[in-house]
């Protein structure tokens, strides 16, 4: 059975840090691109940051530039989302996501989400 578990998120004032993890099961982890996603209340779900398999390349909103670091450890199945200097507009539900191809098929996963709100 596939999951990701979100893990992390809570309340913490302007100008400070929380780091997310995502745990995987039923898939090969390493071999999947992972991702960061976020969605506000009435807004549209956004990329926040995503990571190539291989680790090597990653990729981020402008938005988080400089304050966001994607990272993976591949041995605990675990993404994860370094959070710096939070501002009021990261405030959002962030979904791990999982995008792959395993015996030939093309799969894609979403986690359940965890709340992030900034707020002072």
């Known amino acids: 059975q596939v999951q990701l578990m979100e893990s992390g998120g809570g309340l913490v004032q302007p100008g400070g840090s929380l780091r997310l993890s995502c745990v995987a099961s039923g898939f090969t982890f390493e071999h999947y691109d992972m991702s960061w996603y976020r969605q506000a209340p009435g807004k549209e779900r956004e990329l926040v940051a995503a990571m190539r398999d291989s680790g090597g390349s990653t990729q981020y909103a402008d938005s988080v530039k400089g304050r966001f670091s994607i990272s993976k450890e591949n041995r605990r199945n675990t993404l994860y989302l370094q959070m710096r200097n939070l501002k009021p507009e990261d405030t959002a539900v962030y979904y791990c996501?999982?995008?792959?191809?395993?015996?030939?098929?093309?799969?894609?996963?979403w986690g359940q989400g965890t709340q992030v709100t900034v707020s002072s």
């Open positions: 996501h999982a995008d792959g191809t395993e015996f030939g098929a093309d799969y894609t996963y």
